[in-house]
C-alpha cells in the first residue's frame, strides 16, 4: 500500500479521503524513517516534537511504574493503521512513554515545526488535524475518567470487606 491510501486509513486524515492533495502536502513536509527491531524510537520524559505514523512494522509502548519498572501497556501494528506521539504536535511536553520498534519499521514522521508551517498554509488542514487529535485526546479522557471510577469503587469495596475493630 502507497502512503497517500495509507493516510487514508489513519483516523487523523480520514477526513482528507477524498481530499487527496491535503494529504499530499502533509506527505511533502513528512519524512520517511526506518527503524530497526529493539531501536527507541521516543523515550519516556525527553521533550517530543514529532508525529509518528506506522506504514510498516510494529512498536511497543513501555511505561514506567513507581518503582521505575517497565511495563508493556500496548503493542501497536502497522495493520491496525496506527499512529503515536501525537500530542507532540500541538504542545512540548516531555513524552509520556518510551515506543520501541517490535520489528524493523517503515515510519512516516511528521515536525512539530513542518505541521506548523503547513497550518498556516491551510487553515482547514490544521483545524480538522487538531480536531482528530482533541477527539483522541477526549475519548482517552473518558476513558481514564471510567477507569479512576472503576478502581475507586475497587477500593471502597475493599475497604468496606475488611474487618475495622
Do not use: H, W
Amino acid at each position: 500500500m502507497n502512503e497517500l491510501d495509507r493516510l487514508k486509513q489513519i483516523a487523523l486524515f480520514s477526513e482528507f479521503a477524498d481530499k487527496p492533495e491535503r494529504i499530499q502536502k502533509i506527505l511533502a513536509v513528512a519524512e520517511r524513517v526506518q527503524v530497526r527491531a529493539g531501536e527507541v524510537i521516543i523515550k519516556e520524559g525527553d521533550v517530543g516534537d514529532t508525529l509518528f505514523i506506522i506504514l510498516e512494522g510494529s512498536v511497543r509502548i513501555i511505561k514506567k511504574t513507581l518503582q521505575n519498572e517497565p511495563y508493556t501497556v500496548v503493542i501497536l501494528k502497522e495493520n491496525e493503521n496506527v499512529y503515536f506521539g501525537e500530542l507532540a504536535l500541538v504542545d512540548s511536553d516531555r513524552r509520556s512513554a518510551t515506543v520501541i520498534a517490535e520489528s524493523d519499521c517503515s515510519l512516516i514522521s511528521l515536525a512539530r515545526n513542518s505541521f506548523l508551517t503547513l497550518c498556516r498554509e491551510d487553515y482547514e488542514l490544521g483545524f480538522r488535524v487538531v480536531l482528530q487529535i482533541a477527539k483522541k485526546l477526549s475519548s482517552s479522557l473518558r476513558k481514564m475518567n471510567q477507569d479512576v471510577i472503576t478502581l475507586f469503587e475497587a477500593l471502597v469495596s475493599e475497604v468496606d470487606g475488611e474487618d475495622l475493630s
